[in-house]
Each structure stands twice: as C-alpha cells, then as structure tokens.
C-alpha cells in the first residue's frame, strides 16, 4: 500500500489528530496510534475497517498505479472545467479617483483618464458577446445569458461625471440579461442609487478600513477630508433599499489591532440579510508595495484572538488563502480542487475606457499586462497555460491543488508570464491555525 503525499496532519488534543487530504479536501479524526502507524506506513499495524476508511477517503491506495491515475483524473477533471468555467467580464469606465489613500494600485503605474468614447459601452457589450461566442465554439459549451456577471470597477466607477456610461451600463445588462455588481469606494452611492438599483445588480462591494480615526487617516479625499461618515451613510443608504453589501476591510500592520473598535460601529449592521462584512489581508499594497503587510498566517492567527477577546468581531468573516478547503471541512461549502487558481488564468476578461483588454485585475492599465487584438487569442492561452503542472516550482508541491499555482500577475516577466516561479503561501501554518480554531469553536 502507498501513502499520498498531499497530506496534513494536525493535533488537536493529547489523544487525537486531525488528517486532511490535500488533493479531495477531506479531513478525519483519528487517534494518535492510527496516526503514528500512518505516519511510519506501518499498515499492518490498522485495523481493517481502518484501512478500508482510509482507502475510501484517498488517504492510502493498494497501488502506485492506482494512486496516479486517481490524480491524473483529479487534474484532468479540474482543468476540463476551468477552462470552461462561465467567463467573467470587468468594464472600467475610468482610471480616475476622488480618493487619495495611502495605498493605491492604479497610482501605482500612474495610470491617466481621458473622456470616454460614446461608443464605449456599445464597444464593451459587442465585446461580450463576440467572446462568450468563441468560447462556447472552442469547448463546445453554452453559457447562459443570466450566469453572466459583469464587475464594475475602476478607479471609481461612479463618479458624478460618469453617469451617462453608468446609465447606459445598466440598460444594457438588462437588455442581455447580464448581472452586474459594482466595486466602489461609496463616495456618490445617494447621487447614484436610482441608477444602479435594478433587479440586475449582484452586489456592491465598499471598502471601510477601520474605525473612523484609523479609516479617516487611510481614505481620504483629494483635499484631504475623511470619508468614513460618507461611507457609512451610504452602506445604510443600500441595505435600507436591499441592496447587498459586501464590506471590504484591507487589513495591514497599521489597522489590524483596530478591528475590534470597528466592529462595534458596524454593530447595528450584523443583523440585516443584505450586509455581510469580511476581512481582506493584504499581500501587496499598490504603490507602498510590501511596507505594511503581514504575512497571512500571522495576521489569521491575530485576528483569531482578538475574536477571543472581542466577540463581536466574529461577526465579521475572513478572506484568506485556503479558506474554501477549511470550509469544505466544517461546513456545507463544496471544495473543489483547481489546478488555476486566479480567474485571469481562465474566462476572466477586463475592458476599459481605451477599449483596452487585460485579464489581471493587477495590471489593468499597465501596458505589459495588455492583450492585443490582433493575437488576443494567443496571449490568452499563455495565460491559460499558467497551471500547476506546468509551473516547476508548483509541480510536487503537495498543496498545489488548494493553491493552483497562487498569483498569475505577480508572475509577469518582460512581458512573459512565468511558469517557473510559483506565489507561494504558508498553508501548511495556515490550515492548521484555521482548522485548529474552527474545530475547537465547535467541541
């Protein structure tokens, strides 16, 4: 018999371990014996019932033979689908802000607006249309019209001048049967509300990033003014018209030990249907880069015990690297294993004022991340490329099918994505602080 690799084990108590399979996403308790004889292969040593669990579970296999094929039939599984996964589109209507914050990823590569075309939405839209055809041609699929998400971004999308695209937007969603959700930092929300609010629109993401003297000193306004008061007003603005809100807090070294003091003024939120608040940790900060990041595992572990001390904050969830295998685990949530983490290694296509296309959120506006017209379809396979199997440094990790090969723009060599260099997180101290945390929430 032959253990898999791609296997975690994770004590939890003087008497029993916590294994997780890294390839399917499943995890058991067992005893500290079981754990020692599985550790040493000593399968002798198991009960039958044991093995026959452990071989059900894909923890062991009877052959080599058998264990590769069941991967190969993982990763060929994951991929059919990826490359087949419903497409996403972003339209940035502008680069511009009316925001200063200390961080900045469009300031970042100085990235200058213009007026927008009058044609652009029309542009945008036949765009669309023309790329869900060739990929339902390339992989013999059709996507339905009402699957269809489109992301509004920028810059800030909602500036008062762009209301006119912002009008058109909306109509067009409608007329094709798009959904649409919008990333905003929440400035125009009351000038904008009877625009936006169609039966079309998913959700709107708004960023708060602390209470208001931390939040007032990151996201500022051009003259220098905070806007927490302005975002506030606006969160309450949507929910009281059942708009979901999706709340965005960027977490670093300079605001993570404020969460609990904004989590009391989100307080009268926690209970509307409509709100849902969740804590982003930031892996690079635009144009401060690494200044102020803390690495993922530190922060998790953090956050986890301020929640101790401040229960209230348990309102609020956590976005991090591995979270959909931990949820897999300890709640109804389907984990599935990918071989492509990023959408930009998949259907993801953005389109901006220039009628510029990009498939990294990173690099929109940044001309080395541009897809050119002309061998389009060339350059999006490249990016497509970027999976697992084809990364060396990813090849053999044993978390590659939680990971997918992490950050395909952060890869981008002289205008080359890499396939050498993996993005690499510490998921071995990441899943055992989550799981740990989340299996002693519940005993």
């Not at 669309?128 to 013999?140: A, M, N, P, V, W």
């Not at 920028?154 to 007329?175: A, D, H, M, T, W």
């Not at 990009?358 to 991340?369: A, H, L, S």
Request: charged letters at 30%; hydrophobic letters at 35%; proline letters at 2%.
């Amino acid at each position: 018999m032959i253990k898999i690799k791609e296997i975690q084990f994770i004590s939890i108590n003087d008497k029993e371990t916590i294994i997780v399979n890294l390839i399917n996403g499943l995890a058991d308790i067992i005893d500290k014996d079981t754990e020692k004889n599985l550790k040493n292969n000593q399968f002798t040593s198991l009960d039958d019932s044991v093995i026959h669990c452990l071989k059900d579970r894909k923890y062991i296999f009877s052959t080599k033979e058998e264990y590769d094929i069941y991967l190969n039939n993982i990763y060929y599984t994951a991929s059919f689908y990826e490359e087949r996964e419903i497409p996403n589109f972003l339209f940035i209507p502008s680069y511009d802000c009316n925001l200063n914050c200390t961080y900045c990823y469009q300031k970042a590569y100085k990235i200058q607006s213009f007026d927008i075309s009058e044609d652009i939405v029309e542009s945008f839209f036949d765009y669309i249309q023309s790329k869900i055809k060739d990929l339902e041609k390339r992989y013999k699929t059709h996507y339905e019209a009402n699957d269809i998400i489109i992301t509004l971004m920028g810059g800030e999308p909602l500036l008062s001048r762009n209301k006119y695209i912002i009008k058109e937007f909306v109509k067009k969603c409608q007329l094709y049967g798009y959904k649409y959700d919008i990333v905003t930092n929440g400035i125009t929300i009351k000038e904008y509300i009877d625009i936006i609010n169609t039966p079309s629109l998913k959700s709107i993401q708004i960023t708060l990033d602390g209470d208001k003297k931390i939040h007032d000193s990151r996201r500022i306004s051009k003259n220098k003014i905070g806007t927490f008061d302005i975002i506030m007003d606006s969160i309450q603005l949507l929910v009281l018209h059942k708009v979901n809100v999706q709340l965005r807090i960027n977490v670093d070294k300079d605001n993570i030990d404020n969460l609990p003091l904004l989590a009391e003024q989100l307080h009268d939120f926690f209970d509307n249907p409509h709100f849902y608040a969740y804590i982003f940790l930031l892996e690079h900060e635009g144009c401060m880069e690494y200044k102020n990041v803390i690495p993922d595992y530190i922060a998790l572990k953090k956050i986890y015990d301020l929640q101790k001390q401040h229960m209230l904050l348990k309102k609020i969830d956590i976005a991090y690297v591995g979270k959909e295998l931990v949820d897999g685990i300890f709640s109804n949530e389907t984990y599935y294993p990918t071989t492509r983490k990023c959408s930009s290694s998949k259907n993801q296509y953005i389109f901006d004022l220039y009628k510029n296309v990009f498939k990294c959120w990173w690099g929109i506006g940044n001309d080395v991340y541009k897809i050119n017209k002309e061998n389009e379809e060339l350059v999006d396979s490249l990016w497509k490329k970027r999976q697992t199997l084809n990364i060396n440094q990813c090849r053999l990790c044993n978390y590659r099918y939680l990971c997918g090969g992490g950050c395909v723009g952060r890869n981008m060599h002289n205008k080359t994505i890499s396939c050498q260099k993996g993005e690499c997180h510490n998921f071995k101290e990441i899943l055992e602080i989550a799981i740990k945390e989340e299996y002693n929430d519940r005993i």
